[in-house]
């Protein structure tokens, strides 16, 4: 922890359980616990699970012109965006090359809320405000709970009315157990969940009380890392890990353009004047490569970095693997060559550990292709 300078009021939650909060985004994370994270990632998928993902870090952006710094920083369009619905959207520096993503939430007519993780957000959103009537506060003292799984909402609604009519990506202010929260039905695993928004000082009392009373609906506390399996399964990167800044290019600096990333949806359709969008649009059809999955033999999971090749030649390598005990597939995300992202390319991945594991390329998400889970109605 010794580049951390944020602090979570859950330290001492996360060190009973097993954890040496090592450092994400300069604050002291539960990356690890005790327990089995296979159970953890069980428990998400078929119950709900708590997790501490206080590391994001919360901005906020107020004033007159506070739709207008968004609209120069990121790649979604604000006028579409009403009070008390959220987006996720993207953000690339002067060469169109993606530096963060962020979910954007619409607190009020003039008032925003910016959650990313450990990426250029911040900067881009100050430098996009000088000279603006804006302001824009960093929150270290808002904490973030997320609760996830399909038990979420069954859990909740005894708490917060109206929360099981709440849609996907809008959020709601309100209170739980006598503590202001907003909660926002967003989340980082695919399934229907529920993001807590509350004070430090009420983080602890909140965390206890949903384990204490969710223990019997099998809720459990889950470490940050569950994430990684729960992503891998449902497409969902996470900077810099799947990036260039991770995995290099053999002749040029870091920096992926969203096509490349797959995640030039995040675009407002004929959006201009954002930062990179010239070179943006211009760098369509220029791919150097793909972030594509791969369903790979067996249920040993190759490591993070570990290449891949195709007829002898190395063209690639696997950025996030896991074998899921409830679906019984092993799949990766990796970074592949523009001629392999399909599905049926035959490919080896070269494990340090195990050795090589045949691999078939194939589209993502595994997991829930149609996002029915995560967007469910009732």
């Not at 870090?57 to 004033?63: A, F, L, N, R, S």
């Amino acid at each position: 922890m010794t580049n951390s300078w944020r602090f979570s009021t859950l330290g001492d939650r996360h060190r009973a359980l097993g954890s040496n909060l090592e450092d994400w985004s300069g604050m002291g994370t539960a990356w690890s616990y005790d327990g089995d994270p296979d159970a953890e990632y069980m428990a998400i998928r078929t119950k709900a699970g708590l997790m501490d993902v206080s590391g994001l870090k919360k901005v906020h952006i107020t004033g007159p012109a506070a739709s207008h710094v968004i609209e120069r920083a990121t790649t979604r369009n604000m006028e579409k965006l009403m009070p008390g619905r959220s987006v996720y959207a993207t953000m690339l520096n002067d060469a169109g090359k993606f530096i963060d993503d962020c979910v954007i939430y619409r607190t009020g007519p003039n008032a925003f809320m910016v959650v990313h993780g450990s990426g250029g957000a911040h900067e881009q959103l100050t430098m996009a405000a000088t000279g603006r009537d804006v302001a824009i506060r960093f929150d270290d003292n808002l904490h973030d709970l997320s609760l996830q799984g399909p038990l979420a909402v069954d859990y909740l609604e005894k708490h917060v009315p109206g929360i099981r009519q709440l849609p996907y990506f809008a959020q709601m202010q309100t209170s739980l157990f006598g503590k202001p929260a907003m909660i926002s039905r967003t989340g980082y695993t695919g399934e229907r969940g529920y993001e807590l928004f509350v004070r430090g000082q009420d983080a602890p009392m909140i965390w206890d009380r949903i384990l204490d009373e969710g223990k019997s609906m099998g809720i459990i506390p889950c470490r940050f890392t569950t994430l990684d399996m729960l992503r891998t399964e449902s497409y969902l990167l996470f900077f810099p890990f799947d990036n260039s800044e991770m995995y290099p290019f053999d002749n040029e600096g870091p920096g992926d353009t969203l096509w490349e990333l797959g995640l030039d949806f995040t675009v407002s359709p004929g959006k201009v004047g954002f930062r990179g969008a010239e070179e943006h649009y211009r760098l369509k059809g220029k791919e150097r490569f793909k972030i594509w999955g791969l369903k790979l033999e067996g249920t040993n999971v190759p490591g993070n970095g570990a290449p891949v090749f195709q007829n002898g030649k190395k063209v690639g390598v696997v950025t996030q693997a896991m074998y899921s005990p409830l679906n019984k597939h092993n799949i990766a995300i990796a970074r592949l060559p523009v001629d392999c992202a399909n599905n049926g390319t035959k490919l080896v991945v070269n494990c340090a550990t195990h050795g090589e594991i045949a691999a078939t390329s194939h589209s993502m998400p595994f997991y829930d292709v149609e996002k029915k889970r995560r967007t469910a109605k009732d």
